[in-house]
């Protein structure tokens, strides 16, 4: 597969931007976080729910790597939901750290859409969480799960996974 940081859909995006994200081998995903002060309770422990938005980030910035832009999906008419979400907290992140979120589509099954996390620190030495989350293409105007992906949204996925 491609890396997928050369394969920036905008012209106006700086070199800095396109060497953030990067694939770590042909499946996973690789996005650097900072763990601001907005992140976490007055003990600078990483609030739970931040989590889960650095994952989604990581899973939107990796579809984008791969040409799927997701707010252009939804202007199509297809939406992405989470439907399923496993977490498991292994150790707390504090104010200040730096971190990797991970993450690589573990399978396509018709329009589900299931993704592995792991969040790590930089060296990779410390795991923070780790996570799998499903997803469901939705057809937007009907509200309704639809029969298929839109084919290029499935051939992009079908490279991520495989």
């Not at 700086?14 to 907005?38: D, R």
């Not at 729910?49 to 832009?69: F, H, L, N, P």
């Not at 999906?73 to 200040?96: F, I, K, N, T």
Request: include cysteine; charge should be negative; glycine fraction near 4%.
């Amino acid at each position: 597969m491609p890396n997928p940081s050369k394969l920036s859909n905008s012209s106006a995006e700086s070199s800095i931007e396109k060497l953030a994200y990067s694939a770590v081998n042909e499946n996973w995903f690789e996005y650097p976080i900072t763990v601001y002060p907005h992140h976490t309770d007055y003990g600078g422990v990483v609030w739970h729910g931040a989590y889960v938005t650095w994952m989604e980030q990581a899973r939107i910035e990796c579809m984008k790597s791969i040409g799927i832009d997701f707010a252009s999906l939804v202007e199509m008419g297809c939406d992405l939901p989470v439907v399923e979400m496993s977490l498991r907290y292994h150790r707390a992140l504090q104010m200040g750290a730096a971190a990797v979120v991970k993450c690589k589509v573990q399978n396509l099954d018709g329009v589900r859409i299931k993704w592995d996390y792991e969040i790590k620190s930089e060296d990779q030495a410390i795991t923070y969480t780790t996570a799998t989350v499903a997803l469901v293409a939705v057809d937007v105007e009907k509200g309704k799960i639809m029969r298929q992906l839109p084919a290029n949204v499935k051939e992009a996925i079908v490279r991520l996974a495989t």
